[in-house]
């Protein structure tokens, strides 16, 4: 995808793109979508493209302008992928997702599931319980260590944002998982239109997790949670 990305085919033929440095998000975007088309014309491979971005604002198809609160802070960019505004930086992984969901069943819901499967599951290495919640996209996180919330309740904070879009039923964009990236530069947005609760990152929790741990994780999560599509005929 870039001069310095790093390219590995896994046993199931799913090519993994490891990028060194911090990816424009335009440069990523228009990589994205025209290795969709190819493998929609069956002439590329399904992806999985790990990456940085320096920081960014995105707004997703159901942003609403009022959780833009600071935007002048830094670039912000209309995504086609589904949800609202998200951020995007140093110390955060992003993990975008060129797979054929034609193949792998034509259920959006579902996949959107083993997206949060396989999060769930890479987290889980790491001692970490993620969780899912009715009407809140991502992957949370319950804060035990916090005092409860005004209202009694357990507090949690988002460690991972998920949006895909489709085209001609291969997926593009993808996942966000919080390793190290600087907190307090969500604050620009109303994450994902969520205003009660936090964001946090795997080094927020207490653990000294790299990226480079990370992708480990992932690759070694992967196959559980989207085993590989069914084959023609």
């Known amino acids: 995808m870039t001069p310095e990305t790093r390219i590995e085919t896994d046993q199931n033929g799913v090519e993994w793109h490891i990028s060194a440095g911090l990816t424009p998000y335009p440069d990523a975007v228009e990589a994205m979508e025209t290795r969709a088309a190819r493998i929609a014309s069956g002439d590329a491979a399904e992806a999985i493209w790990l990456l940085e971005h320096p920081p960014l604002y995105t707004a997703g198809t159901s942003a609403k302008p009022a959780d833009l609160t600071d935007p002048d802070r830094f670039p912000v960019y209309a995504s086609k992928r ?4 998200t951020y995007h930086g140093p110390g955060q992984r992003v993990v975008y997702v060129m797979l054929d969901v034609g193949r792998r069943g034509r259920d959006v819901r ?25 009407g809140r996209v991502g992957v949370w996180v319950a804060r035990d ?17 998920i949006g895909i879009r489709l085209r001609k039923w291969i997926s593009f964009h993808g996942i966000s998982i919080n390793v190290e990236p600087d907190i307090e530069h969500f604050t620009g947005i109303v994450p994902c239109g969520i205003t009660e609760h936090g964001v946090t990152s795997l080094v927020d929790l207490g653990l000294p997790v790299t990226m480079a741990d990370l992708d480990v994780a992932l690759r070694r999560s992967f196959d559980g949670a989207l085993p590989p599509p069914k084959l023609p005929g």
């Open 110 to 134: 579902r996949f959107v599931q083993q997206l949060e499967a396989w999060v769930i599951a890479t987290l889980d290495q790491f001692n970490v319980t993620g969780e899912i919640r009715d």
């Open 82 to 85: 589904g949800g609202q505004y």
């Open 145 to 161: 260590d916090k005092p409860l919330t005004a209202t009694g309740a357990r507090p949690e904070d988002k460690i991972a944002a």
